[in-house]
């Protein structure tokens, strides 16, 4: 689904991009900023990427996840934080097999995880 987005063929609400990476409004956004940021190349999981993605890329990847937050109001020059996810195989929950960084802000968000 998100390689779909990434070929444009799939309308999303983007919020920031760069030669590698792109980041868009999560569709069920669960904070008052809710972004995801994927890089273009195609990778499955935060480790796939770390360990695969080459250096380029994987700074790319970081700087427009920082653009995000600093763009959101959320980055700490002005704003008040934000949490930054990435959901990992079936005991990290990971929905969507596409390597994304969940940005979230905008409210106290609780504790790291919930319980069971
Ligand atoms: P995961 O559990 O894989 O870390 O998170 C997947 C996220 O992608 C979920 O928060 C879900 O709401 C979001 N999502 C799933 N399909 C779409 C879509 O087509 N467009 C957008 N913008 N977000 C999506």
Redesign the pocket.
């Known amino acids: 689904?998100f390689a779909r987005?990434l070929r444009g063929e799939?309308p999303?609400?983007t919020v920031a991009e760069n030669d590698h990476a792109l980041a868009?409004?999560?569709?069920?956004p669960?904070a008052p900023t809710h972004v995801?940021v994927i890089p273009k190349g195609k990778y499955v999981s935060f480790d796939d990427f770390a360990t695969n993605a080459p250096p380029d890329e994987i700074t790319g990847f970081m700087r427009l996840c920082a653009d995000v937050a600093r763009q959101e109001g959320v980055s700490l020059e002005g704003g008040n934080g934000f949490r930054a996810i990435a959901?990992a195989g079936p005991d990290g929950?990971?929905?969507?097999p596409h390597f994304?960084l969940?940005i979230l802000g905008g409210r106290r968000l609780g504790a790291l995880v919930a319980d069971g």
């Open positions: 689904i987005i799939i999303n609400d868009f409004r999560d569709i069920t669960r995801l959901n929950m990971q929905e969507v994304h969940h």
